[in-house]
């Protein structure tokens, strides 16, 4: 038999990331799910509840990675994989009613502004952002004294790229008792990190592009609520709009997976420690990490998360030679072992200047640098940083 809810409920989230989405046991059965490349299924008769019927509808090479995401959220019910983190976010944004109102973070992914934004030029939604970070600015948008109550709360913790920390469990108690519905997106964190749904969010959403995949050799989304009625909308939603994962990427994605927690517990040890050291440095101007005791969401995280992430952001201070965007330009420039790319939570360390996407927020600062870590030698990772750094003096 497969791994069962209720042994996956007994279980550290470390062993439900090899043990879950695993084939029945059974004489000479593989140990891994096969790859199913088909666009359709055999059948007769009536289509109904629980029929493939075409390969729009499912395919069961997503079945094991949805099981085991819904496993590791804390979901009763299956995940829903989606063909990117952009698709899932569309389809999480549907269950806004026409004209309905979304609350989001000012500072969050900027695919999910972006998106948010033009569906409120369109007149879909109204869209109201905010510091997530400040409670009841978030409380006052969510039920305002005098207007029209919010239908979605969107909550990211930490944010993209800011790191600011929400307070989930009080956000999503107000939501609710305004009748709204809480998504969070959980990519940056994890569920190794944090559970979303146990703070009482409706809905959890990962670009498993990310972390859960791990290689940066896949695009694929994915969203997890223990609601059915939310779950039937959504499903619904990536039929009718086709946004649907490929098998061969859902494969390998439940292939990264397997390493989440490894992956998880080297990257956060070495951010911390690149934390210490970058927030000591002269040339960083200002760092973001809420592991760090002087971080301002260092409380928050320590009191929802599990661990702080293996993201942290850092403003390289200019100069009379240079401004601080040039600065961090060249910064980026001068690194020889971290990647300049966009995108995070490989196994590889990547680092950018996100102010050179033209869709981030103007109110991120031009020479802040976004760092994901990986899992490569933190010393090498720190003398790669240094000697950078250093290069900004010459």
């Keep these: 038999m497969s791994l069962s809810d209720q042994h996956a409920a007994d279980l550290s989230p470390e062993t439900v990331v090899v043990a879950a989405g695993r084939p029945e046991r059974a004489h000479d059965e593989p140990v891994n799910p096969p790859i199913v490349l088909s666009s359709t299924y055999f059948g007769t008769g009536s289509l109904g509840d629980g029929d493939r019927g075409y390969g729009r509808y499912a395919n069961p090479t997503w079945d094991p990675f949805e099981d085991a995401l819904a496993k590791l959220e804390g979901a009763t019910l299956p995940g829903l994989l989606y063909a990117s983190g952009l698709a899932a976010v569309s389809s999480a944004l549907s269950l806004v009613p026409a004209g309905g109102v979304v609350v989001m973070p000012s500072h969050s992914y900027a695919g999910s502004l972006v998106m948010a934004t033009e569906l409120a030029e369109k007149g879909f939604l109204e869209l109201r952002t905010v510091d997530i970070t400040d409670t009841d600015a978030v409380k006052a948008l969510i039920s305002p004294e005098s207007g029209k109550k919010a239908d979605l709360l969107w909550l990211e913790s930490p944010t993209n790229p800011m790191l600011g920390i929400a307070d989930v469990r009080a956000l999503t108690d107000a939501a609710h008792a305004a009748g709204a519905i809480v998504v969070t997106d959980n990519t940056f964190s994890t569920p190794l990190v944090q559970q979303p ?76 420690t690149l934390a210490e050291r970058l927030s000591v440095h002269p040339r960083v101007e200002a760092i973001r990490y809420p592991g760090l005791a002087t971080d301002p969401g260092h409380e928050r ?94």
């Design 197 to 272: 749904l146990s703070l009482g969010s409706d809905v959890v959403l990962h670009s498993v592009t990310k972390y859960l995949a791990g290689h940066s050799d896949v695009v694929l989304g994915a969203l997890v609520t223990s609601n059915p009625e939310l779950r039937a909308t959504l499903l619904h939603h990536r039929i009718i709009h086709g946004g649907i994962a490929g098998p061969f990427e859902a494969w390998l994605a439940l292939r990264g997976l397997r390493t989440l927690a490894l992956r998880i517990e080297r990257s956060q040890a070495s951010a911390a």
């Design 301 to 394: 995280a320590k009191a929802q998360m599990k661990g702080f992430g293996s993201i942290l952001c850092i403003q390289i201070a200019g100069d009379e030679q240079r401004g601080g965007a040039d600065a961090a330009d060249h910064l980026v420039r001068a690194l020889q072992l971290w990647l300049p790319a966009t995108s995070l939570g490989g196994v590889e360390s990547l680092i950018e200047r996100r102010r050179r996407h033209t869709a981030e927020p103007l109110s991120v600062p031009e020479n802040l640098v976004r760092l994901s870590v990986g899992i490569e030698n933190v010393e090498d990772l720190w003398s790669d940083l240094e000697q950078a750094l250093k290069s900004l003096d010459g």
